[in-house]
């Protein structure tokens, strides 16, 4: 196991059809960027990709990671029925304890997600969003 690649994206809730309602297209660059992130993460075939999001659960002694089998994430928040946005995507439990325990090793703490079992933040909800038609048997 090893990392293959690293890309950075932005997440605005608008890229999604049902959240921008058409004024997506205003930011059509942005689209065009996910899409080529996504071809060039899908020539990789990962395993698993691993999201960070500014978003995520946050503790104020450490760092979140779930271990979830599967995950799931909707834009309700930005006024979208579940039912029109709900995403999932399978996890990787053994890779979230592998990065658990190395992080533990080195003192950093973490957060495991018998602490939080809410639904995705849109800053993992939009990368997801744009991978998982290239991506869909990888893990997450």
């Known amino acids: 196991m090893s990392i293959v690649a690293a890309y950075a994206v932005?997440?605005?809730p608008l890229i999604v059809p049902s959240v921008g309602k058409g004024q997506e297209t205003a930011i059509q660059a942005t689209i065009d960027g996910y899409e080529e992130?996504?071809?060039?993460?899908?020539?990789?075939?990962p395993d698993t990709i691993i999201v960070t999001s500014p978003h995520a659960p946050a503790f104020s002694d450490g760092f979140f990671i779930s271990d979830?089998?599967?995950?799931?994430?909707?834009m309700e928040m930005f006024g979208v029925?579940?039912?029109e946005s709900t995403i999932t995507a399978t996890g990787d439990p053994e890779l979230a304890e592998l990065i658990a325990s190395?992080?533990?090793?080195?003192?950093?703490?973490?957060?495991?997600g018998d602490q939080y079992d809410g639904p995705l933040d849109h800053a993992?909800?939009?990368?997801?969003?744009?991978?998982?038609?290239?991506l869909p048997r990888t893990t997450v």
Do not use: C, K, W
């Open 124 to 134: 993992t909800y939009v990368p997801i969003y744009f991978l998982r038609d290239f």
């Open 37 to 45: 992130v996504a071809r060039r993460v899908a020539a990789h075939r």
């Open 68 to 74: 979830a089998e599967n995950i799931s994430g909707t």
């Open 102 to 112: 190395l992080a533990n090793q080195a003192n950093i703490p973490i957060g495991m």
């Open 81 to 83: 029925p579940a039912e």
């Open 10 to 12: 932005p997440h605005p």
